[in-house]
């Protein structure tokens, strides 16, 4: 299952500063795109207002031509009910930044959790998500709490949960800031599976090499406004905007 | 061996010393204030090959040894003062009108515990809730009922006769169902509802304050999942929010336990109101009577305590990597480990060089 993201005049503001200023973007059914920018310009809440944790104060994103979190009610969009979003949201996977797993539930409950509250049986929810762990090598932590894994374990296991609803979509925030240097790579490791598997996936990253080697579309973000936006080739390597190549200068250095 | 010879060397330079000049006194020794250069001639990597010798706290000693006298003090005169009268104790600790108001004690404290923990997240959630009209009403609620004394709430809701001879309910100027107010509450019921209504104004306050303490991304990653609301609280915010609400929780339930003793003074014959009846019945008998209510709150308390601890125990579960051995457990772990300690010590003085067997002192694995 996969299926292409539109968004649309993406505009949003915190107490009078604006973090978005109407971006607009669309992204290919099954592609890997990878949002770069320096802190500050906006890409995690671009990344958030894709499942609705953060509410746009205009414009839209649609999924595979279904708004999200809103609907169309006479001449204006209007913000559906929780439940509805709740819902919509399974179809759209999350990984954040600090892993937020529950701690208070083992390793398989975390990943079995969406899947049971949704009305998976137990057993089905069960065996999927010992699949999933088994995909992200972690099939022999089921039964460990959250706090004895490393970060590295804990962010793949963040992932496996993220896949347990079998979503189009995966969204990740900056999934491998918060991990010591030598675990980034486990980690990258399974989203570079996970592409090609026909979801759409949006990675917020500084990973450049990553983002070189595995995004087929990379967006440049700064002070809200979408600057430049193409395959890795031409952002990375030859970027238009005097902004990407001071960004990029950077991180590299 | 060699340790016990450095301290020999000590010794004896101390004995040489009183012949020195006070200037170079034990200087070799002594050379342990912050900066002092180390003397020459100390073969530092011989000393690293030993173990740490660890500080001592002499003065830790003193102080307990004077702590542990004045307390024998007050101990013996538990046994050496007659007024105690503990024979009188030990007859009205059972007597049946003692365990009868220990029972109204125990039924009032606990349906009112129950009650005020479900009401208590009830008002927590109003309070947080994004509805305004909700949250005033439960600030408003929290307000008064932390405000007013329990004895006056206690007081009022036994006039509540002369206040609502009848207490119905309908449809405003539409038709009404009404009952007389006394036929519908019996006094333990009342006592009840007003223990429970100041106590659920705490443990409101005490459950949002668990709710605020769990991490916001907790929030946001049940939601990312779209975990319908309701198993959002229930499964993911609530168990997490218990952790820092049970201790606190505790401690609420043991004034509980305590402000029921108010019962007394609405005419509820609790365990204190017994024992102060008794007390005014048996005027020569108050020490022990005292002493029996005493001994039943210690109990009950120390009963609450141990629930307390397996509890804490049973929501700590992932937020420690390794939950700490229970007391039973701890118990248990000591005579084991004695027992095997005792069997490595004797199999390796008999086996082993002496040296091996200095290097794992105590056998503590």
């Not at chain 1, 010591?180 to 090609?196: C, F, H, K, N």
């Not at chain 2, 539409?174 to 519908?184: K, M, R």
Request: net charge positive; proline share 6%.
């Amino acid at each position: 299952m996969s299926a292409a993201i539109e968004i649309h005049n993406a505009t949003k503001s915190y107490g009078g500063r604006t973090v978005l200023k109407g971006v607009d973007l669309t992204l290919a059914a099954g592609t890997v795109t990878v949002i770069l920018g320096p802190s500050g310009s906006g890409k995690s809440t671009l990344l958030r207002a894709i499942n609705h944790l953060e509410k746009l104060d205009e414009g839209y994103v649609a999924l595979g031509g279904e708004l999200i979190g809103v609907t169309v009610r006479g001449d204006r969009l209007k913000e559906r009910r929780e439940r509805d979003i709740l819902r919509q949201r399974s179809r759209i996977g999350f990984v954040f930044q600090n892993f937020n797993l529950f701690p208070h539930l083992t390793v398989l409950e975390n990943v079995v959790e969406a899947p049971v509250a949704q009305g998976v049986r137990a057993a089905d929810a069960r065996s999927r998500a010992l699949a999933l762990l088994t995909r992200v090598g972690l099939a022999d932590k089921a039964s460990a709490y959250p706090r004895q894994l490393s970060g590295g374990q804990q962010q793949r296991v963040a992932i496996a949960r993220a896949l347990a609803l079998d979503p189009d979509v995966l969204l990740f925030d900056e999934p491998t800031s918060a991990l010591d240097p030598e675990l980034v790579g486990e980690v990258l490791q399974v989203i570079r599976t996970l592409a090609g598997s026909g979801k759409t996936l949006v990675v917020v990253t500084h990973e450049i090499g990553f983002a070189r080697e595995v995004a087929d579309h990379v967006v440049f973000l700064d002070e809200g406004v979408l600057l430049e936006q193409g395959p890795p080739a031409e952002v990375l390597a030859a970027p238009r905007h005097p902004r990407t190549r001071d960004f990029l200068d950077k991180v590299l250095a | 061996m060699s340790g016990l010879s450095t301290r020999v060397r000590a010794a004896s330079d101390g004995g040489r010393a009183s012949a020195t000049p006070p200037g170079e006194r034990g200087a070799p020794d002594d050379a342990t204030a912050p900066g002092t250069p180390l003397p020459p001639g100390i073969d530092l990597k011989r000393l690293a090959e030993r173990p740490v010798v660890p500080l001592r706290h002499p003065v830790r000693w003193v102080i307990t040894a004077v702590v542990l006298v004045l307390l024998l003090n007050v101990v013996q005169t538990l046994f050496t003062n007659p007024a105690w009268e503990w024979s009188k104790v030990g007859t009205w600790l059972f007597a049946p009108a003692i365990l009868k108001g220990l029972q109204l004690t125990l039924v009032a404290t606990a349906i009112s515990a129950v009650v005020s923990f479900l009401g208590g997240i009830v008002v927590a959630l109003g309070r947080i809730s994004g509805n305004p009209v909700l949250s005033t009403l439960s600030w408003l609620y929290i307000w008064l009922f932390r405000s007013v004394p329990l004895i006056l709430v206690l007081i009022f809701l036994f006039n509540l006769g002369n206040l609502y001879p009848t207490i119905g309910i309908g449809v405003p100027f539409g038709p009404q169902l009404e009952v007389p107010t006394f036929t519908l509450l019996s006094s333990l019921a009342l006592g009840v509802i007003g223990l429970s209504l100041s106590e659920i104004a705490y443990s409101a306050e005490v459950v949002r304050s668990g709710i605020l303490a769990v991490d916001q991304g907790q929030h946001e990653a049940a939601k990312a999942l779209g975990i319908p609301s309701r198993r959002q609280f229930t499964r993911i915010v609530l168990p997490q929010a218990l952790r820092s609400i049970v201790p606190a929780y505790v401690n609420q339930i043991i004034g509980l336990l305590k402000a029921s003793s108010l019962l007394f003074y609405v005419s509820l014959l609790d365990l204190f109101g017994v024992v102060q009846n008794l007390g005014s019945t048996y005027p020569t008998d108050i020490i022990p009577l005292l002493v029996v209510a005493t001994i039943w709150y210690l109990v009950l308390t120390s009963a609450i305590s141990v629930v307390q601890y397996y509890i804490e125990r049973f929501y700590a579960r992932g937020s420690v990597r390794v939950l700490p051995a229970t007391p039973w457990q701890r118990v248990r772990g000591g005579l084991g480990g004695l027992v095997r300690s005792a069997r490595s010590s004797q199999s390796s003085q008999s086996s082993q060089s002496a040296r091996s067997s200095h290097s794992s002192p105590g056998g503590v694995r």
